[in-house]
């Protein structure tokens, strides 16, 4: 061990090690940096997110929560707290509300916070506190909408039952808001403790007991979350953000998705520089192993000094890597946190252990296989120099690599069709690579007897050098198709975050229209410049029979739509975010012999619940049966903030029934006070406020969409450094052959020409076969991991090639023009 520190030491001194050190200290300084970052962000993001539900889960039942899982959750270390919701007459005076009560224990929310303040539908900041507590008992927040509905003021009382609570505070903002047609009034928030005074709750009345948890140890909450499920009764569900929020859910998921990209391309790109880097080294080493040899050192000695100073340069260059790498993901949490006010939390020890165990990972299957030849050199060739020497096949250390990416991949990941989905792709780049570099080296034997000046000396390198040109060409294949898979992929992403909710997307629900009101509402938003979207009838029915027969308990327990009451309503025109997928609408749908109405139902609730055309279907309005036959399928976008509707009747066919109307509109925060003239003229409609909701979600987006940039940058980071790598894999030779055309005279002109036209021309067919492999790649990710459409990318196809002949010949340029300006006597004696 002593004489491989000393080997390590003289290696270092002499610069031999410092290109593979400072690729392996800067791979693991990347990977460890978006490693670590990515695990802070994506436990922030989830704690951000869960401020929309109020917890990390919450059980919602019919029935309270079992007593005996507060004991299990404090010996878990798991905090919780409950709520309860119901709908009940709030009085003041002579006015009256059906109101949307929420009953808080102390502690809650768990995530996020109540915002209130002393002014009715306050928008400045300066208006908003945060609440650090829930009301005291005797006392209630109350939403804006309330105050005019009521005819009261902050500090006047309401009855809750045979309760009354003193309104102390405005309600602003909530949690777990995410789901507001839940909501069948303006909310007022009380104390738990005056639950039972209010004589509200009976046996038999509709409550939604809520138990909420929430952990800062994810593993512990996951496995107590796991031992929870096998418990919860049949009038019991388990919420989590993905379930009650799908639109934030999926944003997490992508992002989720996107970050874990990003850490396996790191991983890509760090192991191709550490193999460049190790296969120079190796080549250097010639002849100090035969010189070893000479002296009657054993391979078995010298495989395991080389193999002790690979390992001692791992460990210190990996400690000094995630060294590195910590203060660069400080720095960009900080940049995120003064941007959003967000403070990330810590990251987990796993990042860690993986970021340095990469590091050794990658060298150890990277760089070892190119020394492990070396105790095969024969002692002669310290003195015949043009003794060849049997390198190690490219191929078997491509397959030692793969083993290495995949094994990484998959550890970083925890996602195997995503490493699938690379490991396909970089097959794909290295057959197109073969198939191109060996037409190319055809062709230049052809065109450099046509061409004269450094185009023909470029050609005339390439031609000489195939093994390395070949090499060169993937290396740089594969770092330009990563970094451009990534940039597509986070241009798409954020880009589909941003159509989830567009500026000015409906942000207020006007439900329980009466249609004696209906024009009165339309002339109201008419006189304020505000357009509503297609106003609909709407009923509620319970499906209750299908061909036939009653619905099992089994089919209620797949499907949701078969447990609950559905909004449904009739129209003739198809709406815009709606498209047929089986059947006909109501202009081309003929009824059947049965002459039953038809009725259109959405896709997912068909497929859940088993529907085919034809199907007799039948419908309880309220005790009011009637039959229909399913005329069609629809897909509909839930994320338009338009009324949208499971079953949509042909029209006529509900006449005999007595609808309510309901419509979406977009409101400017200026003018908020269009929704107290509604309330006040129209006291019974009911307003779902979203632009809460939007703004939580258009938060959560900005502060992923900010944390894939920072990503981005970082691994753009690590492709800089593969391709610096490639280059100056061949720097010596380089300046070999640059001292030798300088001392027999040729110009500096011609030779910088040269260097820049042989790069150019390199990097120009790995743009062109790295953006083969970003389709295939991109195509593969968007199938099995994303689950994005598919579309070519037309721009990049122009964009890869000239891109990657201009980058690379800058590079070649930087790392070889002192190639020109040093005496060439001093050039040949170093490259000797």
């Known amino acids: 061990m002593k004489l491989a520190i000393n080997l390590l030491r003289r290696n270092w001194r002499s610069g031999e ?57 404090e010996q878990a270390g798991i905090r919780y707290t409950k709520a309860a919701l119901f709908s009940s007459m709030v009085f003041a005076g002579d006015e009256m509300h059906l109101a949307s009560v929420k009953a808080v224990d102390q502690g809650y929310p768990l995530r996020g ?51 009354e609570l003193r309104i102390s505070r405005v309600l602003i903002r909530e949690p777990d808001s995410a789901n507001p047609f839940s909501m069948t009034g303006a909310r007022l928030i009380m104390n738990i403790a005056d639950l039972e005074k209010t004589q509200v709750v009976q046996p038999g009345s509709r409550v939604d007991y809520q138990w909420l948890v929430v952990a800062d140890d994810n593993n512990r909450l996951k496995s107590f979350i796991a031992d929870l499920k096998p418990k919860l009764n049949k009038h019991q569900r388990l919420v989590d953000i993905n379930s009650a929020q799908e639109r934030v859910g999926r944003t997490l998921d992508t992002s989720r998705q996107f970050l874990l990209l990003s850490a396996v391309i790191a991983v890509l790109l760090a192991g191709v520089a550490i193999a460049i880097s190790a296969r120079q080294f190796s080549a250097r080493h010639t002849d100090q192993v035969a010189l070893m040899k000479s002296l009657g050192a054993s391979a078995k000695l010298i495989r395991s000094l080389y193999f ?41 020890l796993y990042p860690y252990a993986l970021s340095f165990f990469s590091g050794i990972l990658c060298l150890v299957f990277f760089a070892l296989p190119a020394l492990w030849h070396l105790p095969g050199i024969p002692p002669l060739k310290i ?48 057959l197109v690579t ?5 037409g190319l080296l055809a062709l230049s034997k052809k065109m450099v007897l046509h061409l004269g ?39 798409s992403l954020i880009e589909e975050w941003k159509v989830q909710v567009p500026d000015e997307a409906p942000n207020h629900f006007l439900v329980n229209i009466p249609p004696a009101e209906l024009s009165d509402v339309q002339a109201i938003l008419a006189d304020n410049n505000v357009r509503p979207e297609p106003i609909y009838p709407m009923m509620r029915a319970r499906l209750t029979h299908i061909n036939g027969v009653e619905t099992t308990e089994e089919q209620r327990a797949a499907a949701n739509a078969l447990r609950r009451e559905l909004n449904v309503t009739w129209s003739d025109k198809l709406a815009e975010d709606n498209k047929i997928l089986a059947g006909k609408w109501w202009d081309t ?34 005790g009011l049966l009637m039959d229909a036959e399913v005329a069609s399928f629809r897909s509909l976008d839930w994320r338009s903030m338009r009324p949208n509707f499971f079953f949509i009747f042909e029209p006529g066919s509900l006449d005999s029934y007595s609808p309510t109307f309901i419509t979406s509109i977009y409101l400017p925060a200026d003018q908020k006070s269009v929704i107290n003239k509604l309330l006040l003229d129209h006291p019974t409609i009911l307003v779902m406020e979203l632009d809460r909701i939007i703004g939580q979600i258009r938060t959560i987006i900005n502060q992923v969409s900010d944390g894939v940039l920072l990503v981005l940058w970082l691994t753009l980071i690590g492709g800089c450094l593969v391709l610096l790598a490639a280059v ?105």
């Not at 594969?478 to 992929?489: P, Y």
Request: hydrophobic fraction near 55%.
């Open 17 to 73: 090690l410092k290109l593979l050190g400072f690729s392996l200290m800067l791979a693991v300084a990347v990977l460890s940096g978006i490693a670590i970052f990515t695990d802070r962000l994506e436990a922030t993001l989830i704690s951000e997110s869960n401020s929309v539900l109020g917890a990390d889960y919450i059980v919602r039942g019919s029935q309270p929560h079992n007593s005996e899982w507060e004991q299990e959750a």
């Open 113 to 163: 916070n109540f915002e209130v303040s002393t002014i009715p539908f306050a928008m400045k900041a300066s208006d908003i506190e945060v609440a650090t507590q829930v009301p005291q008992s005797g006392e209630a927040w109350v939403d804006s909408r309330l105050l005019p509905l009521l005819k009261i003021e902050l500090g006047d009382s309401v009855a809750v039952g045979e309760y």
């Open 434 to 438: 073969i198939i191109a570099a060996f």
């Open 453 to 491: 000046g450094f185009w023909r000396l470029a050609f005339a390198n390439l031609q000489r050098q195939r093994g390395q040109s070949l090499v060169q060409i993937l290396v740089f294949a594969v770092a330009i198709m990563l970094l451009f898979t990534l940039t597509i992929v986070r241009t």
């Open 308 to 348: 002790s100073q690979l390992l001692l340069l791992a460990i210190i260059a990996s400690l000094i890597g995630l060294f590195v790498g910590e203060l660069l993901q400080r720095f960009v949490a900080l940049s995120l946190q003064q941007a959003y006010q967000i403070r990330l939390g810590s990251a987990s």
């Open 728 to 832: 100056m894999g061949s720097i010596a030779t380089r300046k070999q052959q640059a001292g030798l055309l300088r001392a027999l005279g040729s110009p500096r002109r011609l030779i910088v020409g040269s260097i820049c036209a042989e790069f150019a021309i390199l990097g120009f067919l790995a743009g062109l076969i790295a953006i083969v492999g970003t389709e295939i790649l991109l195509i593969s990710l968007q199938t099995f991991v994303l689950e994005t459409p598919i579309q070519p990318h037309y721009l990049f196809w122009l964009i890869s090639p000239l891109s990657g002949a201009l980058f690379v010949a800058s590079l070649g340029y930087i790392c070889c023009r002192h190639t020109v300006t040093t005496p060439p006597a001093v050039v040949l004696r170093e490259a000797a």
């Open 589 to 622: 749908w003929q009824r059947s012999s049965a002459n039953l109405p038809g009725v259109s139902v959405e896709e997912g609730t068909a497929k859940e619940i088993g529907l085919k055309l034809g199907d007799k279907l039948q419908f309880s309005f309220g």
């Open 383 to 430: 003195l015949r120099r043009e003794l060849s020497v049997s390198m190690p096949q490219v191929w078997q250390q491509g397959l030692l690599a793969l083993f290495a990416v995949l094994s990484l991949v998959v550890l970083f990941s925890r996602d195997i069709a995503l490493a699938l989905s690379i490991s396909g792709a970089l097959l794909a780049v290295i």
